[in-house]
């Protein structure tokens, strides 16, 4: 399999770059290599290297800042994403789209599934929504799959910015009036490298964590699964709050829980996932 790799250096890029197999071909581009916002270069590298599936990793990914820097957020995350899904359909490729939880609004009682229909709260959301209908206007066969609260042993996450906090405060707030799943960036990218080997594979699917929690409930877990390495986390005080008493630019989806009416993938153990971190 020849697969081109956008946004390589990312979390969700490096776990990636981690499991593909390694009969595969790859060529793995940072925003240095490939800026997918740049026509003429995804263009260029696609007609040169002929990959048969197209990876996009790559995302405008500050949820905050997006709601004041929209026109970025907006080119990476919607024009990007275009472009690619062009060049898969002039050259026969495929293409597999990462999108977000945070295209509905939250409002559902019950986990979302792929039939729901996108409302988001924020722009970073909408970027991403107008992303998946660029990519599915210009290749209606493409795979887009849609996650949620991604973490990892790469990059910036909230289980890294929990045991950042913990070193420095005694007392750490987190928001408990949001639920959503968990998702380990390893579990979503062995599920990527499944479906890019799966020639009926197309459309929307939902890929997560196994289990529901608010954020508060993530931080609890996180610190009892790393408590047994540092004990001097068991200190640490972690207080629930709401949303409303927490100030963030963009607003955030009450209930951005999902679950999948057409995948048999394994979803995310994703606390599992979390001992896989504290021991690489
Ligand atoms: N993280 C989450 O909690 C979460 C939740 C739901 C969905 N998602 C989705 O999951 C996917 C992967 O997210 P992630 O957590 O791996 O994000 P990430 O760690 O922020 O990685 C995104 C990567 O995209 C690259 N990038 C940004 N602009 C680019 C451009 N114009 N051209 C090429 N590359 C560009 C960045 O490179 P530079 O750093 O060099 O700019 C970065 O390496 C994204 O589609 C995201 O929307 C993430």
Same mark, same amino acid.
């Given at each position: 399999?020849? #697969?081109?790799?956008?946004? /390589? ?18 060529? @793995?581009?940072? $925003? ?24 996009? /990793? ?8 997006? *709601?004041? +820097? ?5 080119? #990476?995350?919607?024009?990007?994403? *275009?472009?690619? %899904? ?29 039939? +729901? ?17 660029? #990519? ?64 009926? %594979? %197309? ?15 993530? @931080? ?6 790393? $408590? ?8 640490? *005080? ?6 409303? $008493? ?14 999948? *009416? ?5 979803? $995310? ?12």
């Amino acid at each position: 399999m020849r #697969v081109l790799l956008t946004g /390589a250096y990312g979390q969700l890029g490096r776990s990636l770059l981690d499991r593909f197999p390694a009969d595969w071909v790859l060529l @793995a581009c940072g $925003s240095a290599e490939l800026d997918i916002t740049n026509r003429a270069a995804v263009d260029r590298i696609v007609r040169r290297f002929r990959p048969q599936v197209i990876m996009n /990793a790559a995302a405008y990914t500050a949820v905050d800042k997006a *709601e004041t +820097d929209r026109i970025r957020a907006m080119k #990476v995350n919607a024009i990007g994403p *275009e472009n690619l %899904a062009r060049a898969a359909r002039d050259t026969g490729a495929q293409l597999i789209h990462i999108s977000t939880d945070y295209v509905f609004d939250g409002m559902k009682p019950t986990p979302y599934v792929e039939s +729901d229909a996108p409302c988001p709260v924020n722009f970073y959301g909408l970027s991403k929504w107008e992303g998946e209908k660029r #990519v599915q206007a210009m290749l209606p066969r493409a795979i887009i799959v849609r996650t949620s609260w991604v973490f990892s042993e790469y990059g910036n996450n909230f289980v890294k910015t929990m045991l950042r906090l913990a070193q420095t405060q005694q007392t750490i707030r987190v928001v408990n009036d949001q639920r959503g799943c968990p998702t380990y960036a390893g579990d979503l990218a062995q599920a990527m490298i499944t479906l890019a080997a799966d020639a009926n %594979a %197309a459309g929307i699917y939902h890929y997560c964590g196994d289990k529901a929690v608010s954020w508060y409930e993530f @931080a609890l877990t996180i610190f009892s699964v790393f $408590s047994d390495e540092y004990p001097a986390l068991r200190s640490v *005080e972690v207080c629930p709050i709401s949303a409303a $008493s927490w100030k963030q630019q963009a607003c955030r989806p009450v209930n951005s829980v999902m679950a999948s *009416e057409r995948t048999a993938h394994q979803a $995310s153990c994703w606390d599992k996932a979390l001992e896989t971190v504290l021991s690489a």
